[in-house]
């Protein structure tokens, strides 16, 4: 089993920058795919970065390509997300999940394991 927490959160002004961090518990880190989502009031929960097992390959939501990035450090059982160029619309609750399948990593439903969340800001 894993379990998640995230943190960095915050309000920043638009055009600047925040780095989220998710630390997971458990020594089967390296076998979960991770993602990040994101929740703004009122709307579904969205599919925002993947990265894979092993850390080699990312995938980006068309929103945030370009300004955000993925990485993780399986010795330290951590993921972050880098977000610059941050936008009043990327404004939301930020979740950190863990995946132990290979497919459709946008799919809320293929993650088995949640954070409760962090909020990011951006004001205009």
């Known amino acids: 089993q894993v379990q998640v927490v995230e943190s960095g959160g915050g309000l920043v002004q638009a055009g600047g920058s925040l780095r989220l961090s998710c630390r997971a518990t458990?020594?089967?880190?390296?076998?979960?795919?991770m993602g990040w989502f994101r929740q703004a009031p009122g709307k579904e929960r969205e599919f925002v970065s993947f990265?894979?097992?092993?850390?080699?390959?990312?995938y980006y939501a068309e929103s945030v390509k370009g300004r955000f990035t993925v990485s993780r450090d399986n010795a330290e059982n951590m993921v972050y997300l880098q977000m610059n160029s941050l936008k009043p619309e990327d404004t939301a609750v930020y979740y950190c999940?863990?995946?132990?399948?290979?497919?459709?990593?946008?799919?809320?439903?293929?993650?088995?394991?949640w954070g409760q969340g962090t909020q990011v800001t951006v004001s205009s």
């Open positions: 458990g020594r089967t880190f390296s076998r979960y795919a």
């Open positions: 990265i894979t097992r092993g850390g080699g390959i990312t």
């Open positions: 999940a863990a995946s132990s399948g290979s497919s459709d990593p946008v799919t809320t439903g293929n993650y088995n394991y």
